[in-house]
Nanobody, 126 residues
Framework: QVQLVESGGGLVQAGGSLRLSCEAS????????MGWYRQAPGKRRELVAA???????NYADSVKGRFTISRDNVKNTVYLQSNSLKPEDTGVYYC????????????????????WGQGTQVTVSS
């Protein structure tokens, strides 16, 4: 029912910028938190940034001051503005939606759980 689709990845030189987008679709009533994770070759997937439905944010220490996460609750879309990119930022970036609540046909709501997007590649050259 719920699908997350990322976009905006690509190849960029060190010091450049990218804006990633992730749209959640389906009969969604609300999403508690949305975030971005990344996985570099040979490394484990790690949290990059997350934002709650109320707008509270948290960032990995490695991206603080360079990346900004934001969301549009009406569009169920989360963004990651990535500035001053470094080669170590290279990896597959995955969108995550936590605490997804669906609207039901009876006019109620139902907690579904957590969902992942398919990922988008970000490559930063030196």
């Amino acid at each position: 029912q719920v699908q997350l689709v990322e976009s905006g990845g690509g190849l960029v030189q060190a010091g450049g910028s990218l804006r990633l987008s992730c749209e959640a679709s389906g009969s969604i009533f609300s999403i508690n938190a949305m975030g971005w994770y990344r996985q570099a070759p040979g490394k484990r997937r790690e949290l990059v940034a997350a934002v709650s439905s109320g707008g509270s944010t948290n960032y990995a220490d490695s991206v603080k001051g360079r990346f900004t996460i934001s969301r549009d609750n009406v569009k169920n879309t989360v963004y990651l503005q990535s500035n001053s990119l470094k080669p170590e930022d290279t990896g597959v970036y995955y969108c995550n939606a936590a605490g997804v609540v669906a609207s039901t046909s009876s006019g109620s709501t139902r907690l579904l759980g957590n969902y992942w997007g398919q990922g988008t590649q970000v490559t930063v050259s030196s």
